[in-house]
């Protein structure tokens, strides 16, 4: 049992997804699995490590030794590899946040499976090398330890003249809720910083109130330039004990950081805003949560998180999102009068979510639905949460395809009613629909609503060859942007001139195919790698057609991920409109392949060869 159960976890996360069948089922034969209770500290800081362990179930929390939470690891996450590939100790402290479940592999399994497989040493041990002592203790923080400090920083720093007494500056620092205060001249320059701890020292030395800040602060404290690193600062931080670091460029202070800095940006994951979310009572209060998700995506872009986890990661915090919005709108509202079931469609539904998204859901209510008794409760229901997910950055959907539209509010009998319509009759707009709705997923409500419906739904599109035929014309009317001679077909005019459209022209061609070759195998997995992945299996792709589809598919979301985490940083709005002159030369080759492999399909299909 342990060894299926491993088997088909590890074909869902990177980098195992990458190894054959064979090489999965020969790595099972050497996995336990091992359950911990919620609050079971599983290692301590410095323990000999003698396993590698993947997170199946559940939350682990990564602890520093001094205590303070790092990170919370979650389904798919792992920890031990930087001890293996080291000096075998624990850095940190791991203890069960949850109750949890994991798949653990010996130490001299996980070694050899390092050397003897490419993409499992090039996930975990990038270096090529075994990881220093200190590159050890960074490694689980990954992406923002490469980032400038001129990005880390709180700025401009609060500072004070260094002629003010103590009582004066101890009363600034409380009154904006400070840990720390530089001491600047009047030129700029930093002379100094006293702290909270400073202030609680000389209380208790009973120094006067009226005694200079000059006098009591720490002179010329240790600085960084704005240049250097998150891993400049951590080591630093690390090394002199110190919390607070003053960021100085030639001469004249021009930021601060903090450990509550450093904490606070590894704690925007999707697990923190996700705990955080579940804590908010108001539209407004959850907006402020759901501003974070672009520093989110260009953290974990910046760590080298794969596409598909990305959008995994982000859509879960909009499902978390519709939850609580739900939760909220039903301690407003009473109970529902008959059962419900609120699903997610468009990139929400196939978990491919990313910085820029709109909203696409619906409603399959209980046939004992009537329109005179119950349909105002549902629409102050479906308008309640729908205006929830715009104040939270999730526009209203242009097309009106949200449950706020009574067409999309409907009870089951008549879902079935339009899917069948749909089918029977294929005009361009019943195809433009029944793609949208092949990609429903549940989120919250009456899930037994939706038992079936999908697969039924399959079974009759294949069954009509007439509909499978318009399915295909409309997979084939979004094309890769490649003109003549291999080169790119950029947008001629207007506001995106010169640029390649990454979601219409990149991304929503292989969603397309994906989706067509579910309906051709009778698949009912919605998010696209995982279709591609199942039309392999199931032979309506062929291996090596398949393989280089998902490498395509990977490549081009990635980019287009780097680009939005790449205008995040630049203080911009994430969009998909890429100049491909910001791509280096071997970046641009590699895209125009990938759009080559998805155009090559598409002409395969079109031809009848598919």
């Known amino acids: 049992m342990t060894e299926t159960g491993f088997a088909d976890f590890a074909r869902r996360w990177h980098p195992f997804d990458a190894l054959d069948d064979a090489t999965i089922a020969e790595l099972a034969g050497n996995v336990t699995e091992h359950k911990v209770a919620s609050g079971e500290v599983i290692h301590a800081a410095g323990d000999p490590i003698a396993r590698f362990s993947l997170l199946a179930e559940g939350a682990i929390d990564l602890v520093s030794r001094e205590g303070t939470l790092?990170?919370?690891l979650r389904e798919g996450d792992y920890f031990g590899a930087i001890a293996i590939l080291g000096d075998g100790k624990a850095v940190h402290s791991v203890e069960a946040a949850s109750d949890a479940r994991l798949f653990q592999i010996p130490a001299k399994v996980f070694l050899d499976l390092v050397n003897d497989q490419p993409v499992i040493a090039a996930f975990y041990n990038r270096s090529g090398r075994k990881l220093s002592?200190?590159?050890?203790?960074?490694?689980?923080?990954?992406?923002?330890?490469?980032?400038?400090?001129?990005?880390?920083?709180?700025?401009?720093?609060?500072?004070?003249?260094?002629?003010?007494?103590l009582k004066e500056a101890a009363a600034r620092m409380h009154a904006r809720g400070f840990s720390c205060m530089l001491v600047v001249a009047e030129n700029g320059r930093l002379d100094g910083i006293v702290t909270t701890r400073?202030?609680?020292?000389?209380?208790?030395?009973?120094?006067?109130?009226?005694?200079?800040?000059?006098?009591?602060?720490?002179?010329?404290?240790?600085?960084?330039?704005?240049?250097?690193?998150?891993?400049?600062?951590?080591?630093?931080?690390?090394?002199r004990g110190i919390g607070h670091l003053p960021v100085v460029e030639n001469g004249i202070a021009v930021g601060v950081l903090t450990q509550t800095d450093m904490v606070r940006r590894h704690s925007v994951s999707a697990v923190y805003m996700i705990r955080d979310i579940a804590n908010r009572d108001t539209h407004e209060t959850l907006a402020?949560?759901?501003?974070e998700i672009p520093s989110l995506l260009a953290h974990l872009v910046g760590s080298g998180v794969p596409a598909h986890q990305v959008g995994h990661m982000i859509t879960s915090i909009s499902d978390a999102l519709t939850r609580r919005l739900i939760a909220l709108a039903e301690a407003e509202m009473g109970p529902a009068p008959v059962p419900w079931l609120w699903l997610a469609?468009?990139?929400?539904?196939?978990?491919?979510?990313?910085?820029?998204?709109?909203?696409?859901n619906c409603l399959i209510l209980s046939d004992d639905y009537d329109e005179a008794s119950h349909g105002a409760w549902f629409e102050a229901f479906a308008k309640f949460v729908s205006d929830g997910l715009d104040a939270a950055g999730y526009i209203y959907c242009p097309g009106d395809m949200m449950a706020t539209n009574p067409r999309w509010r409907q009870p089951l009998s008549k879902w079935r009613d339009y899917f069948q319509h749909w089918i029977r009759v294929p005009d361009p707009m019943a195809q433009m629909l029944a793609s949208v709705m092949f990609d429903l997923r549940p989120i919250a409500g009456e899930f037994s609503l939706f038992?079936?419906?999908?697969?039924?739904?399959?079974e009759m599109a294949r069954a009509d060859s007439i509909f499978r035929a318009h399915m295909l014309s409309n997979s084939l009317k979004h094309f890769p942007p490649l003109g003549l001679?291999?080169?790119?077909?950029?947008?001629?005019?207007?506001?995106?001139?010169?640029?390649?459209?990454?979601?219409?022209?990149?991304v929503v061609p292989i969603v397309d195919l994906g989706r067509l070759y579910?309906?051709?195998g009778a698949i009912e997995a919605v998010n696209t790698r995982e279709r591609l992945l199942e039309a392999v299996e199931r032979k309506v792709l062929s291996s090596s057609g398949g393989a280089d589809l998902i490498d395509a598919f990977d490549l081009i979301a990635m980019i287009r991920l780097q680009h939005q985490a790449r205008q995040v940083r630049e203080g911009e709005k994430p969009d998909n409109f890429l100049r491909p002159s910001r791509l280096s030369a071997l970046e641009r080759n590699h895209l125009k392949d990938a759009f080559g492999v998805v155009k090559s399909l598409q002409s395969s299909l079109g031809y009848g060869r598919g």
């Open 288 to 291: 402020e949560v759901t501003a």
């Open 451 to 458: 038992d079936g419906l999908q697969a039924e739904t399959l």
């Open 133 to 165: 002592p200190a590159a050890v203790s960074m490694q689980s923080s990954e992406g923002w330890l490469s980032m400038p400090l001129s990005q880390l920083m709180s700025k401009p720093p609060f500072a004070c003249p260094p002629g003010i007494s």
């Open 70 to 72: 790092i990170s919370q």
């Open 518 to 520: 579910a309906l051709q």
């Open 345 to 360: 469609c468009g990139s929400q539904g196939r978990r491919e979510q990313t910085g820029v998204s709109d909203q696409d």
């Open 198 to 239: 400073d202030m609680t020292r000389l209380i208790a030395e009973e120094c006067p109130p009226s005694t200079p800040i000059s006098e009591v602060m720490t002179p010329n404290p240790v600085t960084l330039r704005p240049e250097q690193t998150g891993f400049d600062a951590v080591l630093l931080m690390s090394e």
């Open 485 to 506: 001679f291999r080169g790119f077909a950029l947008i001629r005019g207007g506001e995106h001139k010169d640029s390649i459209d990454l979601k219409h022209s990149g």
